[in-house]
C-alpha cells in the first residue's frame, strides 16, 4: 500500500482536526509567550519575580533558602522528565502491538479502524510526549547552570559584580522555566491527541477543551489576578 492511500485512510475532517490541534498547541504558546502589554499572561508575570529574587540573592545570607527553591524546581523537572520517558515507552510498546488498543477504539468508532490508523494516531502523542522530555530535560539543565551563576554572585551588594552577575542567574532562570511551561503545554496537548482515537469530533473538542483550560489558567485564573495585585500595577 501506497502512502498516497495510506492518507486516503484519513477523512478531511481527520486530517483538519489534526490541523487544529497543531494550531492550538502553537497558537496558545505563542500568545502566553507574547501577550498584550495590557493583559500579561501568568508566566510573563512570573518573570518579574524572577528577576527580582536574583536582586535579593545578592544581600541575602546565607543562602540556603534560595538553594531549596532552585533544588525543588529542579526536582519538579527531573519527576515530568522521568513521567513523559515512562509513557514515550508506554506509547512505543503499543506501536509495536495496536491490536490491544484498536479492539476498544472500534468500540467507539462506526467503521472498523485499520491497524496503521491506530499506529498513526498513537505516533501523533508519541511525538508531542517526545517533545515534552527534550524540554523538561533542556529545563532540567537550565536550572543547574543557574545554581552555578547563582553561586558565583558575590554576597556583597557592593561588589560591581554582584548585579550583573544576578541579572545573568535571572536570566538562566526564566529560559528554564519557559522550556518548562512549554513541555507543559505539550503534555496538556498529547492528552488531547489521545481523543483521535475515538474519532475526529473527540479530537475536536479536545483540542478546544484543552486551549480553554491553558487560556483560563494563564489569563483568567484567580492566581494571575492574585499575582497581578502584588507586581505594582505591572500590565497596567
Not at 51 to 66: A, C, K
Not at 172 to 199: C, D, E, P, Q
Request: with cysteine; proline share 5%; hydrophobic share 50%.
Amino acid at each position: 500500500m501506497s502512502w498516497t492511500d495510506r492518507l486516503d485512510l484519513f477523512s478531511p475532517l481527520e486530517l483538519a482536526a489534526v490541523l487544529l490541534l497543531l494550531i492550538c498547541w502553537q497558537g496558545i504558546g505563542y500568545l502566553i509567550e507574547n501577550p498584550p502589554k495590557y493583559h500579561p499572561s501568568l508566566s510573563q508575570i512570573m518573570v518579574k519575580y524572577r528577576r527580582e529574587w536574583m536582586v535579593h540573592l545578592v544581600d541575602r545570607n546565607p543562602r540556603v533558602f534560595d538553594a531549596q527553591i532552585l533544588g525543588n524546581l529542579r526536582q519538579g523537572t527531573s519527576f515530568f522528565a522521568s513521567a513523559t520517558m515512562i509513557a514515550i515507552g508506554g506509547g512505543l510498546a503499543l506501536v509495536g502491538n495496536p491490536d490491544q488498543l484498536s479492539g476498544v477504539a472500534r468500540e467507539f468508532t462506526i467503521m472498523k479502524a485499520p491497524t496503521f490508523v491506530i499506529e498513526i494516531k498513537l505516533l501523533l502523542m508519541i511525538l508531542l510526549i517526545s517533545n515534552a522530555f527534550l524540554k523538561f530535560v533542556w529545563a532540567h539543565r537550565l536550572f543547574g547552570y543557574c545554581s552555578v551563576v547563582m553561586s558565583a554572585v558575590p554576597n556583597d551588594p557592593n561588589d560591581p559584580a554582584g548585579l550583573p552577575r544576578a541579572g545573568k542567574a535571572s536570566e538562566i532562570n526564566i529560559t528554564a522555566a519557559k522550556s518548562f511551561n512549554r513541555a507543559m503545554r505539550s503534555v496538556y496537548f498529547s492528552l488531547a491527541a489521545a481523543a483521535w482515537l475515538f474519532g475526529a469530533i473527540p479530537l475536536i473538542l479536545g483540542s478546544f477543551l484543552t486551549l480553554f483550560v491553558l487560556w483560563r489558567r494563564e489569563f483568567a485564573s484567580h492566581s494571575r489576578s492574585v499575582m497581578l495585585e502584588a507586581t505594582d500595577g505591572i500590565g497596567r
